[in-house]
């Protein structure tokens, strides 16, 4: 977890400038249009699932939500497989993983 958090706190740093979040949030940082594409839910799965060295068919309980933290657009996602359950939290610019936790399922 140590080195999650590190992780977390260094890419929330780099990311701060980062374009808020896409149209389909209603927020826009400027008055002019969106720069940034970002990631998708399915990007940001897809990051996580290769973390975790799993494939979408070897888990169960896959759940992907779209959250906005401090104006930024980030993922978390959260599946079980091989009697561990993972939570993953994903920048939705950067795609970058921001936190990650992985525990044995009870």
Known sequence: R???TAVATSCRLQA???PSAPAENQQSASGS???AAGIGPDQAKSIALTHAGVSEDQVSGL???Q???DGRLEYEVEFR???MEYEYTIDGGTGQILEYDREQDD
């Open 33 to 35: 249009g969106s720069v």
């Open 16 to 18: 701060t400038n980062a």
């Open 81 to 83: 497989s091989g009697g």
């Open 2 to 4: 140590k080195r999650a």
């Open 63 to 65: 759940q992907v939500q």
């Open 67 to 69: 959250d906005q933290d």
